[in-house]
């Protein structure tokens, strides 16, 4: 695949993942209160997820991209695991 076309999909994966975040973030909880907290933690998993889809257009065709989306991926997970608790 040619990396014009890769790092395209990549955007638009990425802005998939922003736009989803924001949206159950907005709209999912509802019911609920927001506090400061919230907020910088929301900011948090943007910025996380905005610098995870940088480095992997960045790291785009080369052999470190298997091992960094997958480590990248294992950390979200478990970020979004533990939060909860």
Known sequence: MKKGIQLLLM??????VLAVT???FFVGFISFRKAEIDYVALTFVLVSELLFFIGAALLAGTSQNK???R???MTAL?????SPL
């Open 71 to 73: 480590s990248g991926v």
């Open 11 to 16: 955007a638009l994966a990425g802005v998939i």
């Open 22 to 24: 924001l949206v159950v």
């Open 78 to 82: 478990a970020l979004y695991w533990v």
């Open 67 to 69: 091992v960094f989306t």
